[in-house]
Nanobody, 126 residues
Framework: QLQLVESGGGLVQPGGSLKLSCAASGFTFDNYNVGWFRQAPGKEREAVSCIATAGAWTNYGDSVKGRFTISKDRAKKIVYLEMDSLKPEDTAVYYC???????????????????WGQGTQVTVSS
């Protein structure tokens, strides 16, 4: 069974850092674009970042540019989201999505992705 499993969420103080993981179960990320999205209570799902199949091209939502970094470890079948300088407004459930698509770029529209994990909670609070 093909699954995505997120981990790494938790409670962190403003200005702190967290590193989220999105692990592939039952497949590898070869030929998959992977995206991170988040949803806060009462708000729509927001695009955070994506990484294209080859791993060389990445994209970020405006609210996280310069603070978050996405990367892919092919050997471990994990896509990471490293989050620095966290703010209270970053509080949300973070989801990773994947789509079987070999392209040089990736998109930040959630409709592109057809496989989703269960999410991991990130809370930024003092």
């Amino acid at each position: 069974q093909l699954q995505l499993v997120e981990s790494g969420g938790g409670l962190v103080q403003p200005g702190g850092s967290l590193k989220l993981s999105c692990a592939a179960s039952g497949f590898t990320f070869d030929n998959y674009n992977v995206g991170w999205f988040r949803q806060a209570p009462g708000k729509e799902r927001e695009a955070v970042s994506c990484i294209a199949t080859a791993g060389a091209w990445t994209n970020y939502g405006d609210s996280v540019k310069g603070r978050f970094t996405i990367s892919k470890d092919r050997a471990k079948k994990i896509v990471y989201l490293e989050m620095d300088s966290l703010k209270p407004e970053d509080t949300a459930v973070y989801y990773c999505g994947a789509v079987y698509l070999y392209t040089p770029t990736c998109g930040l529209e959630d409709s592109i992705y057809n496989m989703w994990g269960q999410g991991t909670q990130v809370t930024v609070s003092s």
